[in-house]
């Protein structure tokens, strides 16, 4: 190694052909990592132009689009006959829609508690029935949640009803997942030392674990109804109750100053229902969780 | 020449730095010492202007630096190098790409933004780093690096910058004795050989001592001193650190004693 | 509950009867305020059951109604015939007859889905920088980015197609184009809080070789949150096929389109072989997903 002297490193008095000698492989993994960069970039590329055409996107059908888009966006701010619009059943919609969150997360939390228990790796060891309650579990959540809403409009008839149970139907498969989990990330010490004190099984759950898990359950729960708050709002679009009926039926008359009101109605109450639930877990429960939904 | 004209920096209507005025001659190795809290980062930061400074000039040569904007501005701190206490390296890049971060401010847009550098900065970025003794560490994350090691990663990538300063705020700070002599001694060779002016704020004075042309000592943000390290007498060091400070080199605040008083009266 | 700390008692049994009678009030403090949750909990219980109709006559009456419709989908599947030809009644084949069809429009799906999140993952990473508090080059950039995103992510993606669909025509492009709208807003707005948590000191030394506010996020950030976003977007990516296989229903393309046809005009049979085979679609890309991003997280901690 030549500590060789710099008195200026000026690009045209270097000797670049020494230094390439000296560390060749510094110069080849440079080689390689810029291969490896055009490869990923030429793969994206060949998507894409795969996607323009499989999906036949040309700039004309994206520009007209937008431009149709910009006109929407233009007749939602110009806000017309502000004095006839149908508040009442606007608002009737928003209202419905936090009662079918509230509703189906609270049933379905209920629902759900069983499988805390018989979906948890360090409670149930018996392979089979904890298999079966997960398969059920990914079951419910596989199938979203505007496919159970159709079938229970079908099933029960148009209305907040079919939302509800759609909601719940959904809402069971997530709750018990996270339910499970958290009970398999718990700390297994204060069950023993319950177990220590000559507890039978059931009392080691209860005192051991119940205390451990319950803010956390609670937690979720309000995680889940801030979700559900959330697609309830589309739920009515299916016809299954709440805003989004009004929405998409102010859309297909193209009432879009209205369809803009709800837009923001939505957004308000959304951010109004998160403050909510941050606030009732800042109060009651206080011990922060993530997130999962 | 670098000009600095009655400069001063205000942090919530407190002065950190309070009209100060320094000529530093080209080539030149200036060492700035105080104890904690004197100004001394806040001085260095506003010669790079990191910090805009609340009043006062700073000028090189025919530059007036304080009033620079959007790109002379970049432009002036790609001439006016910075290395720093904690490195400030980009721990989960590549040694050498650390280094050849230097160059940025003579890509365009574009090129940059693709990660393009030329074999050519890579070569002297690995001059650079082989003059400092630690090319083959060239291919390794820089978070892997010993404090030491990464210094002076943060010294090649000045070096690529071809700046005509380098200041240094406590480089040597979190490293070891060792180490802390390569480092100064490359700062040193840097300041000789290419001719760069140097201003280094230092905590320890002895090294301050050992190893620069001249010496400013700071107290509350106020020149207190301006002279040959030789002329740093014990009256000199006792305006610059205050009363509780009797020999050489045991310097800021003695913060430890203090602290164990805390404990025993708890 | 503002309870005074006790004033240095004369005898011990003053002490312990200040003691007692602070413990009772503090538990009466307690039990009302559970009182009044209670009862508000309640309220709003009976509130909402009133709104929304979910009267146990009404559950009563739909819950068989339910069962029926699930037990009308079911294929009748008989043992003998389960591999015959698709003509054979009950046999797979049999109810499965449009496969084809279904798997040109799972494909279809699963493309729409990797296009919009592939678009959303560059436009979300590149809001996200003036979205973050720390790094916005100023306040109306990020004011504009934050806000901008915050409205993208919060108007659902089916309500966005909605509006798509009017502007593009019915089809796939206005599906994938809300999708694109909805997972830019989210993918923004988490990779926003990613840039939040990074260290600065690596910026400012990019700052201080004259580098721009550009160059500064791709080499004082991007190598930093990069692994994040990855994981992130993986995980955006399995509640963008979830999303491209209904968004069908308002118009927007995909094999939603299809299940909504079938559910609506009752070919029964249809629809649990539809959505078979979506449930077994979306969870094998979970597992893959899954199983990609524990192996980004494994080099991560390697590394
Ligand atoms: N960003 C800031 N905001 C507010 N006050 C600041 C800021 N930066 C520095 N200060 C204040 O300015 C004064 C000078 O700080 P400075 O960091 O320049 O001192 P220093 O001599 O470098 O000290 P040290 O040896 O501890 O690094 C200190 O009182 C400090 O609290
Ligand atoms: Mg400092």
Redesign the interface.
Known sequence: ???????????AT?D?AA??A??P???K??KLRRRQ?TAILLV?AA??LF?AW????TPY??F???G??GI?IRSMVVWKNVATWDYASLFQGM??T???A??GT?LASLLAFPFTFLAARNIVKPVLPRHAARRFL??MR???Q??WA???V????L???A???ALIASSIGDLGKVYSESVEDIDQKPIEGVRSTGASRAQELRFGLLPQVLPVLLSQTLYMFEHNV??A??LG??GA?GI?LQ??ER?RV?YWDQ?CFI?IL??VT??LIDLFAAFVRHR?IGKPVAARF | MLILESLGKQFDGRAAVDRVTLRVARGQMLGVIGRSGAGKSTLLRMINRLVDPTSGLIRHDDRLVSALKGRELMRWRAACAMIFQQFNLVGRLDV?TNVMLGRLNRHGFLGSMA?A?S??????A???L??L?I??T??QRAETLSGGQQQRVAIARA??Q?PEILLADEPIASLDPRSSKLVMDALRRINR??KITVIVNLHDLDIARAYCDRIVGLANGSVVFNGAPEDLDSQALETIYGHDVETGSLLDEPRRPTDFRVWAAA | MASQPPVLPATSSQSLSLFERQLKAQRRDKRLSTLV?LGLFLI??A???E????APS??L???P??G??IHLTLPTLSLENLLANTDTKGSIPYWFFNFRHYVVLLF?TI??A??AT?VSFVLGAALSFPASRNLAPNRLTYLLARRGLE?AR???D??WA???V????I????G??AIIVHSTGALGKLFSEINENIPMSPLEGIRATGASWFQEMRYAVLPQVMPLFLSNVLWRFESNI?QS??IG??GGGGIGEE??LV??R?YYEE?SAL?LL??LT??CIDLLSAHVRHGLIGKERLA
């Open positions: 190694m030549s500590a060789s002297p710099m008195a200026t490193i000026d690009p270097r670049l230094v390439l000296a560390y492989e510094v110069f993994q440079a960069r994206i998507y894409l996607a499989f999906f036949d996107i059908r994206l007209g689009g937008l149709n888009m929407v209202i419905e936090i009662a079918m509230f509703l609270l990914d079951l596989g199938v979203d505007l496919v159709l079938v229970f079908r099933a029960v008839g209305g907040p009803l939302g509800v149970l959330r697609s709002t589309v679009i299916v109750g989004g929405l998409s859309i193209q369809a837009i939505i957004v959304v951010a009651f | 050498v990660g550098f074999a050519a900065e890579r070569a002297v690995l001059q650079a082989d003059r003794g090319a083959q060239a291919l070096l690529l071809e050989d290419d | 949750s709003v219980l509130w909402s059951i709104v929304s109709g979910f009404v559950l009456a739909g819950l109604r339910f029926e419709y279809q493309n729409m990797i296009l592939l409205i919060s108007v659902p089916l309500v909605l509006l798509f009017w502007a593009f025509g089809g796939p492009l206005a994938i184009v979830r296989s209904v229903f308002v299940l909504y559910i609506v009752n629809v959505v979506i449930v979306v969870t």
